[in-house]
């Protein structure tokens, strides 16, 4: 017994032992939440899918005039500039006709102000990249469920892994209190003349075994709980008591066709393919509106004067309509990538349709597994420690050898470990199908 308490204090020394302290309790619904609210992913898609909103909020901008108010100030002799901002300030005057003035003007200032005006009145691309726009931040909004998901998925799968890793770490740490026992029990058979030492070696090798499971057992829990804290955003070393049988909802999976057909109704990734599709046709629109003409009306009002307090106003509208007859071919070039983007999104989104209904396939076979190991776990582990029982009492009365009573102790702790896995197998996969029907 003394030897045994060391054991449990250099475990503990070394931090492997779980720390009995008062745990909050975490069930799988609130591990959820909880990654929802504090992991990074869901906020970084949040934000991903407010700047694909500003971007179309850009496209928009396309449809209203555009507004620039300039203030400049010039001085100098060049004729050109001379001639022109005289006549700008309506300061001109018949002396400056004279052919002395006119090569070899006096420098004079120029304050400018002006307000222009540029409104479109036909431009198909416009419309065109105001779609393109809201296509992609409907695609953003559908990779945002897909993160959501995902981490869903992730967080369940962590859960579990967590459960699995106490389960064993107990079932673990109960084979080492057996295998104790059944050492006590060798060596008294042994004082008693019935066995030789070779008998409590063996006993104290299973001992010795038990012990290095339950080590990595723990360490096993220790980097589950890790990985589950991590993905909640709560500090690695926190230790949460986790419910020990979360309840699953109950999914009919008689009918695959109606699992597909939901699947492909639902799944984010599937919009999000079709989405992308979209686009692309969209894109082809923008890339052809290239040849169509843009016509724009120009409206421009502005103040010029030799000082900054003495100027003459004057105003000026027009229209310019612009037809792109030759570009290099870049444009005939935008236009069939454009076109052949549309190809590459249409063979995706086949591809995502596809892998979206075999992920039901999966999903289903996993889950019906699941079920019948759960059913096998119950009845393997109640033979085994029946066996177990048996075997033990036969070992009292001398009627089997130690070799059988540490396979049967090994046969028990496998039988526990097994069935903890199937039990955790069935919300795993029950959490895995929900995610491949979409309903998450």
């Known amino acids: 017994m003394f030897r045994s308490a060391a054991i449990l204090c250099l475990l503990a020394t070394l931090g492997l032992v779980t ?30 899918t407010r700047e694909a909103g500003q971007r179309v909020t850009e496209a928009r901008a396309g449809y209203w005039p555009r507004v620039d108010v300039a203030e400049s100030w010039q001085r100098g002799n060049q004729p050109v500039f001379v001639f022109g901002s005289l006549i700008s300030q309506r300061q001109f005057t018949a002396d400056n006709f004279a052919l002395g003035a006119l090569n070899y003007p006096e420098a004079i200032d120029n304050f400018r102000s002006a307000v222009t005006i540029d409104q479109p009145l036909f431009d198909a691309g416009i419309r065109a990249r105001v779609t393109a726009a809201t296509l992609a931040r409907e695609a953003t909004i559908a990779t945002g469920k897909m993160v959501e998901h995902d981490l869903n998925a992730n967080v369940v799968d962590a859960y579990g892994r967590v459960l699995i890793a106490v389960g064993l770490r107990q079932s673990a740490a109960k084979a080492a209190e057996t295998a ?62 986790l419910e020990p049988a979360p309840a699953v909802t109950p999914i009919d999976v008689t009918s695959l066709a109606g699992l597909e057909a939901e699947a492909v109704t639902n799944r984010p990734e599937v919009a999000h393919a079709t989405l992308l599709e979209q686009l692309a046709r969209t894109n082809q629109t923008v890339a052809g509106s290239a040849f169509l003409p843009r016509v724009t009306m120009q409206g421009g009002w502005e103040l010029n004067g030799g000082a900054w307090n003495s100027r003459a106003s004057s105003w000026i509208v027009g229209a310019v309509a612009r037809v792109n007859i030759f570009n290099g071919f870049a444009d005939k070039a935008r236009l069939a990538a454009a076109r052949e983007e549309g190809v590459r999104r249409a063979l995706e989104r086949t591809k995502t349709e596809t892998s979206v209904r075999f992920d039901v396939h999966v999903a289903v076979a996993r889950l019906e597994a699941a079920r019948a190991r759960e059913a096998v776990g119950r009845d393997a582990v109640a033979q085994a420690r029946e066996s177990r029982r048996i075997i033990r009492d036969r070992y009292e009365a001398g009627l089997t050898d130690v070799v059988s009573l540490t396979r049967s102790a090994e046969a028990v702790a496998q039988a526990e470990a097994q069935q903890i896995a199937a039990q955790v197998a069935v919300v795993t996969e029950t959490a895995a199908l929900q995610r491949a029907l979409g309903r998450q």
């Open 180 to 241: 104790v026992l059944d050492r006590e029990l060798t060596g008294n058979r042994r004082d008693a003349g019935r066995v030789t030492d070779a008998d409590v070696l063996l006993a104290e090798l299973q001992v010795s075994r038990a012990r290095e499971q339950e080590i990595i057992a723990t360490s096993d829990e220790r980097t589950a709980r890790a990985r589950l804290n991590q993905l909640m955003g709560d500090p690695l070393d926190t230790i949460f008591q």
């Open 19 to 48: 720390p009995a302290t008062a745990q909050t309790p975490l069930s799988l619904a609130e591990a959820t939440s909880r990654a929802r609210m504090r992991n990074p992913d869901p906020g970084a898609s949040t934000a991903a």
